[in-house]
T-cell receptor
Framework: DSGVTQTPKHLITATGQRVTLRCSPRSGDLSVYWYQQSLDQGLQFLIQYYNGEERAKGNILERFSAQQFPDLHSELNLSSLELGDSALYFC?????????????FGNGTRLTVT | GENVEQHPSTLSVQEGDSAVIKCTYSDSASNYFPWYKQELGKGPQLIIDIRSNVGEKKDQRIAVTLNKTAKHFSLHITETQPEDSAVYFCAGSNYQLIWGAGTKLIIKP
């Protein structure tokens, strides 16, 4: 168990809708990262927050947004959903903000857009 | 920018044999190289990592070697077991973490 909790585990929704994915980082970790993994694909970095502040941005679409709250949990908001947004979305956390720090991943939210 | 290439994409080995997965990187300033294992239905899990000031690191049946001159690093798994079946990802980091495409390791009984 990594200590990172993601909810919900599964989400099925229709095109054009909006969803929110939630992540609780491991106790003591200040950094949260969001990744997208499409079927049989690698990990695409979306965005990183450190102690409430946006720290780095990857290939995140304008339709997607995220935030980290004072209690350090994070939410990823996906809007105007398209079929191609169907994927596994992972949250990871680490103690530090730098990129040489081990990441602890949750078990993901599987999003299906119909 | 940094690019990390990972080979092979699929590797099938007999139980008990060794498995080797290789990654090359392009940014000579990269200084941190983790390996993650992803089992079906789970998130990736760090299994071993190496920093650029070290050439090799071992943890029981798993080892990672780093060749800074050639800009490549490899994961070695000895005495493979069925529970080693998974997808393995390498990554390289300088100012951001760049991931390889993954290797599906199949252990044949």
């Amino acid at each position: 168990d990594s200590g990172v909790t993601q909810t919900p585990k599964h989400l099925i929704t229709a095109t054009g809708q909006r969803v929110t994915l939630r992540c609780s980082p491991r106790s003591g970790d200040l950094s949260v990262y969001w990744y997208q993994q499409s079927l049989d694909q690698g990990l695409q970095f979306l965005i990183q927050y450190y102690n409430g502040e946006e720290r780095a941005k990857g290939n995140i679409l304008e339709r997607f947004s995220a935030q980290q709250f004072p209690d350090l949990h994070s939410e990823l908001n996906l809007s105007s959903l398209e079929l191609g947004d169907s994927a596994l979305y992972f949250c990871a956390s680490s103690v530090e903000s730098g990129w040489a720090s081990p990441l602890h991943f949750g078990n993901g939210t599987r999003l299906t857009v119909t | 920018g940094e690019n990390v290439e990972q080979h092979p994409s699929t590797l099938s080995v007999q139980e008990g044999d060794s498995a080797v997965i290789k990654c090359t990187y392009s940014d000579s300033a990269s200084n941190y190289f983790p390996w993650y294992k992803q089992e079906l239905g789970k998130g990736p899990q760090l299994i071993i990592d190496i920093r650029s000031n070290v050439g090799e690191k071992k943890d029981q049946r798993i080892a990672v070697t780093l060749n800074k001159t050639a800009k490549h690093f490899s994961l070695h798994i000895t005495e493979t077991q069925p529970e080693d079946s998974a997808v393995y990802f390498c990554a390289g980091s300088n100012y951001q973490l760049i991931w390889g495409a993954g290797t599906k390791l199949i252990i044949k009984p």
